[in-house]
């Protein structure tokens, strides 16, 4: 705990004085552009990798960047969407998985997760994304894990939780009107690379030739 007691203090005494404007104007409404849904992994740092700042993102995590399907049965993962998109407006919304992924690993060889029926459970959640592989393949078991196969799942598994994502019916309205859209990340830790997919396309391209137009604008356009 030295480390983060020590950044609270660094906090205290050097971020937020610098950037006390910034909170103040935080301090009583929050209007993000973004909600954005990734995993648990504390290699993950949505505001980093985004060059974001507080206020700018909605970020919910949990285990494989998972979002179950809708249903009349009320959880954490609904209830934050339905508000993201309803009550805060979100215009886009990102779905990021990432490379060396413990809970895709899981899914991919549930004996493994003997012992832990809640993370079984939820994973069920992956299970379509990880049997397309295992079928595209003609593999089974351990062999899944071969990284290339993993990474492979890890995409199939953004791709899945984007098509749940569209069951939520506030977000299918939104989608229908053109007043919200989807993407699709996978995060690669080692490189910083991002793969995408969404829009009109299950397919993943890299992040420059996915957001080329929009690159040439911000490029164009002043800070």
Same mark, same amino acid.
């Given at each position: 705990?030295d480390?983060?007691?020590?950044g609270?203090?660094?906090?205290?005494?050097?971020?937020?004085?610098?950037?006390?404007?910034?909170?103040r104007?935080?301090?009583?409404?929050? $209007?993000?552009?973004?909600?954005?849904?990734?995993?648990?992994?504390?290699?993950?740092?949505? $505001?980093?990798?985004?060059?974001?700042?507080?206020?700018?993102?909605?970020?919910?995590?949990?285990?494989?960047?998972?979002?179950?399907?809708?249903?009349? %049965?009320?959880?954490?993962?609904?209830?934050?969407?339905?508000?993201?998109?309803?009550?805060?407006?979100?215009?886009?919304?990102?779905?990021?998985?990432?490379?060396?992924?413990?809970?895709?690993?899981?899914?991919?060889?549930?004996?493994a997760?003997?012992?832990?029926?809640?993370?079984? %459970?939820?994973?069920?959640?992956?299970?379509?994304?990880? %049997?397309?592989?295992?079928?595209?393949?003609?593999?089974?078991?351990?062999?899944?894990?071969?990284?290339?196969?993993?990474? %492979?799942?890890i995409?199939?598994?953004?791709?899945?939780? *984007?098509?749940?994502?569209?069951?939520?019916?506030?977000?299918?309205?939104?989608?229908?009107?053109?007043?919200?859209?989807?993407?699709?990340?996978?995060?690669?830790?080692?490189?910083?690379?991002?793969?995408?997919?969404?829009?009109?396309? *299950?397919?993943?391209?890299?992040?420059?030739?996915?957001?080329?137009?929009?690159?040439?604008?911000?490029?164009?356009?002043?800070?």
């Open positions: 705990m480390h983060i007691v020590r609270v203090l660094d906090f205290r005494k050097n971020v937020y004085p610098e950037r006390k404007d910034l909170f104007s935080l301090a009583d409404s929050q $209007n993000p552009d973004i909600l954005f849904i990734t995993c648990s992994d504390s290699r993950i740092d949505p $505001n980093l990798m985004t060059g974001s700042v507080p206020g700018d993102l909605f970020i919910c995590r949990n285990a494989g960047n998972v979002i179950p399907p809708h249903s009349n %049965e009320t959880g954490s993962m609904t209830a934050s969407i339905e508000y993201a998109v309803a009550v805060l407006k979100v215009r886009h919304i990102i779905v990021c998985g990432h490379t060396d992924c413990g809970a895709i690993k899981g899914a991919l060889d549930i004996p997760l003997k012992g832990l029926p809640h993370v079984k %459970e939820w994973l069920g959640h992956c299970r379509s994304a990880m %049997e397309i592989v295992r079928e595209r393949h003609g593999i089974d078991g351990e062999q899944a894990l071969d990284v290339k196969y993993l990474n %492979e799942a995409e199939e598994n953004v791709s899945q939780q *984007v098509q749940h994502l569209r069951t939520h019916p506030v977000v299918a309205a939104k989608l229908a009107t053109g007043k919200i859209e989807v993407h699709g990340w996978v995060y690669d830790i080692k490189s910083g690379n991002i793969r995408c997919c969404g829009r009109n396309s *299950v397919d993943f391209k890299n992040f420059d030739d996915y957001y080329t137009d929009t690159i040439a604008r911000v490029q164009n356009s002043p800070a």
